[in-house]
């Protein structure tokens, strides 16, 4: 198969250095690609592909007229992190992490780092993502991230930078331990040569830290899911089944006494533990959304109450706005006076008036993203879009400044790719590695490599048309 690797220029290509030569962690792969047939790696390919739809591993798309379910693509080559890269991006997650729970558990209590005006009071109390209910609670353990998807990205200079914080209901585990075993097959000999680092625990160490959130010795573990047509029911359903935890929806269960309980053929059974994969402004109708056909009524109260815990905990959404992100430095700095491990991407926000000037005169040139928004929408690529798209975003900015954060556009490295069945070509990639916040912070050794499938293009999203490779951390 025809190698298309272009010299390096703009962006940071992780298989070859600027002399095309190929990175040494990457040698023993890039010695198989050029040693194995297209034909040989078309198979391999369709295998895959065929792999994944046989486990069912499935996202929905409510808006793609063409089906439903869709399967996110999985390009054979792997990505590959040597160990001492890795150690870096481990230590920066679990600084940031801590800090986070730290931040959260302050701005629901006594608010010291608004006091101190390290984050602006206004940003925290006007997001719509924080939950006055919250005021006063500190969750069990006093955890409050306890599963986190953050997404980092790799600029020109080689270096990896924060892009975005998950701390609500990350998603896509699930599609990196599935994709593990797929393409642990497509290598077996070059996988054992190679020493990459196992992620196939997660669901034990997953299931620990839940039952850690209970003080009873068996406590009865529940994943809360939307129901089938939510885009990642594949994903609940595989991590109850892998945990041996009930798969529940809303109208599974009832509160009676301030205790939640499910509803089998046995009669009632009470559950302890929620790994929540709903908005928790959907969680109670009583408290938060009233219009909720999700939620459980009560459930707030047993919450309160003490007598059930959930991951993530309601009210973590206010962490993860993209307007906090931009102070996400300044809160390591506060509560663990440490300088950040992992840096930001540089953040105008378009509430600061230099900053939105900035913008505006800009735009053709920057990122710009609604601060709540998610998956890929909300959002222009100014270098990308058309002069009609700058002119509606800079009123959209205009109109409502507070909702709007920009970035410059980034060079996001190249991991090369299968494409049309013919070539290898760089493909633009980010990275989404996940941790685990129970007795301690655990970053698992893994991470799912989303990659952006059209050539040039940075949008990663698979509900926008991105892909997947497996993550190889070597020891």
Known sequence: MNVNHEPQHSFYDEMYDEHQTLREHYSSLGAFIENTSAKKLNQLQFSADKAQMAMGMTFNVYHDKEGLEKILHLDIIPRIIPGKEWHTINEGLKQRITALNLFLQDIYNDQKILKDKIVPTDLILGSKDFLKPCMGLTPPKGIWCHITGTDLVRDNNGEFYILEDNLRCPSGVSYMLESREIIKR???????????????????????????????????????????YNSAYFEHSYLAQQMGAELVSGMDLIVKDKKVYMQTTQGLEQIDVLYRRIDDTFLDPQVFNPNSMLGIPGLFE?????????????????????????????????????????????????????????????????????????????????????AKEHEKFRQLIKSNPTNYIAQPTLSLSTVPSIVDNKTIEGRHVDLRPYVLYGNEVEVIPGALTRVALKKGSLVVNSSQGGGSKDTWVLY
């Open 302 to 386: 047993a919450y309160k109450a003490g007598n059930i815990a959930m991951a993530n905990a309601p009210g973590t959404g206010v962490a993860d706005d993209k307007a906090v992100y931009a102070y996400v430095p300044k809160i390591i700095k506060y509560y663990l006076d440490q300088d950040p491990i992992l840096h930001n991407v540089p953040t105008y926000l378009c509430r600061e008036e230099k900053d939105r000037n900035h913008v505006l005169e800009n735009i053709s040139d920057l990122v710009v993203k609604e601060t709540n928004a998610a998956g890929g929408y909300g959002m222009m690529i100014g270098p990308k879009a058309d």
């Open 186 to 228: 497509a290598y077996p000999d070059l996988f054992n040569k190679l020493g990459v680092r196992p992620v196939s625990d997660y669901p034990t160490k997953l299931l620990d830290m839940l039952q850690f959130l209970s003080d009873k010795p068996k406590p009865v573990i529940g994943v809360l899911t939307p129901g089938v």
